[in-house]
């Protein structure tokens, strides 16, 4: 199991990933080479990294501070400050290894740093392997909104390595399950089946599963990769996902939510939304709201939460002159875009929810 | 006189520019208009913007505060939030009204903000029409180090007035007048010659010249985008003039040069340093010499401060494992890069220069 998609948007997976990753190296001919982690991936992943790569070089391990939290450009101004001051240069490699926080924050450095440096992206949640290891997204935050900040620029390699996800805990994978759950929904009900597994699956149906995911997500993204039609369902659920993980944040009385866990309950509402508008079938909708409820801690909003979380959503990135588009379904993989819904009908999919 | 170069990289000067202006509006149907200024560029510039343009749309004003020293990252976090609250979307489109402080950091804040919205391009100073308006580099420095986080994009146009240049400083005129100067070197003694009348010339001819710096800018630009050969000619005198630069401006016995005054004198490192190296003819560099001693304040440095200014080199974006490049010259026109200079040459040209 291993593909190699295209020359500049290289993302391999398992068997052959290490070959491929030398093989770009070698193109690359960097003068340096320098790793971003956080204090997680540097125990965890580090080790297993340097043995998986073999890697001969001379290599410099850059430490950024875990968490979404830290996904800010003051830590980018940091990192671009000790690339300088340790002598990278315009041919330095930059090798993301970690989940989404360090491959979108280390992707926007590396894309940035002195107009532009190489960069390869080692996802090693699988948040990171599903979804943002795909579409070459990169960026941070900027205070409570999520990727105001970032480009779109292919990594020189993406290396999906399953060995990482032993490590990972219960919880983030979970997190990560979230956006295949995503992709069962906009692409098939037969990929929605599959995966209902995952859990239970051995590492190679669970690498087959990724790979899966992995392929759904590019498929998408090659028809559109600027987002102007079909990549807008890679958004199904997380409009209000979204809102809902930035309250969870800045809300203080609240456990701050994982990505996934957010999506989760966004996926709910978008689907109870499309069943109302789009006569998505009740009866798999129920499916979703189980399945999610077997694997996702239920969370309870007020009317006060499902006001601030409104007020939010008019920060996210897709609005346009003020006006919030969804992306909804009327079956598995069968989609409508720029879809405005009422404040009321948002009330209603989170009674539903509650 | 205008031009209209390609779709993605659409410069415009004068006659005909502002009808460009609103083609390139009417083309983009933005959701909302911003304007980049400076408190100088909000006074002089903007009511000669709002009279030229007979902008017909609703606008918000986005003031940063003046000079290279708030070339920073947190004045783009600033701009960044304040179009997030002010309700900039991905539609919007933010238009640089500046030098090349403004356009540089601008260009960068809209090519990154919700990764990347439109943006137009209105130099209004010398430097910016003949330099930063073409080639698409934009970004902000790094504590002394100059453009070392950025991005190359070319904005959906550049509206180039000579009426801008009225109210602009002399010595601002002065450090501009560098870059054609520099343009003169690497293409031909031709544009040499005519540029020297440059300060006796009237508007008319004043807008040919700077039509034709963006031209010369525009050939190399093309030809090489990436910088792998040919657009190192740009950088001539800019190897040691931003070292100096920087150093003007980190050490506080000195009054911080203008770009445009550090780069003069670079010119003339580069081209004794070309002189002795490649044989770049003798009565050329004295003629060289001879102009700008006549426009550029003469500089005295010791041997601390060379010793300073090296030392600033290793910083050089275009480095590649610690060697300085330099491109140099065999005459007007004709260029060698990756050229590898010793410190004793170095401490000769600025013995020349003194």
């Known amino acids: 199991m291993n593909g190699n998609f295209s020359k500049k948007d290289a993302i391999y997976c398992n068997n052959g990933a ?7 190296l070698s193109n690359l001919q960097e003068s340096s080479v320098f790793i971003l982690v956080d204090p997680n991936t540097k125990k965890h992943c580090l080790p297993v990294f340097l043995e998986k790569s073999n890697l001969q070089k001379a290599y410099t391990v850059v430490e950024m501070p875990h968490g979404e939290v830290n996904k ?30 360090v491959t979108d924050l280390g992707g926007f450095v590396a894309a940035t740093f002195k107009r532009g440096i190489a960069f390869i992206n080692i996802p090693t949640s699988l948040l990171a392997m599903v979804d943002a290891s ?11 909104l999520k990727n105001q900040v970032g480009l779109i620029q292919n990594p020189d390699a993406v290396i999906i390595d399953t060995t990482f996800l032993r490590t990972l805990p219960k919880k983030e994978l979970v997190s990560g399950y979230a956006e295949m759950l995503k992709h069962g929904l906009i692409h098939s009900e037969k990929y929605w089946n599959e995966i209902q597994s995952f859990f239970e699956a051995d590492e190679e149906e669970v690498a087959k599963l990724i790979w899966e995911s992995v392929c759904i997500k590019k498929e998408v993204v090659d028809e559109d990769p600027r987002e102007e039609h079909r990549r807008k369902t890679l958004n199904y659920g997380h409009t209000l996902g979204h809102a809902i993980e930035s309250y969870s944040h800045q809300n203080s009385i609240r456990t701050p939510l994982l990505h996934g866990d957010a999506v989760a309950i966004g996926i709910i509402l978008a689907t109870y939304i499309s069943s109302e508008l789009l006569g998505f079938p009740k009866e798999k909708l129920e499916k979703v709201a189980e399945v999610i409820g077997a694997h996702y801690k239920k969370q309870s909003f007020s009317k006060t939460d499902i006001e601030a979380i409104i007020d939010l959503l008019a920060f996210d990135k897709k609005n346009r002159n003020g006006i919030v588009y969804f992306v909804l379904l009327t079956d598995f993989g069968d989609y409508k875009t720029n879809q405005t819904v009422t404040n009321e009908l948002i009330y209603s999919a989170f009674n ?3």
């Open 18 to 24: 290490w070959e491929a990753f030398k093989k770009t």
């Open 72 to 101: 800010t450009i003051s830590t980018c101004e940091t990192i671009w400050t000790e690339l300088s001051n340790k002598g990278a240069d315009r041919g330095s490699l930059l090798i993301n290894l970690g989940g989404g926080v």
């Open 134 to 144: 795909v579409g070459g997204k990169n960026g941070v935050d900027l205070g409570m």
């Open 352 to 354: 539903y929810y509650n």
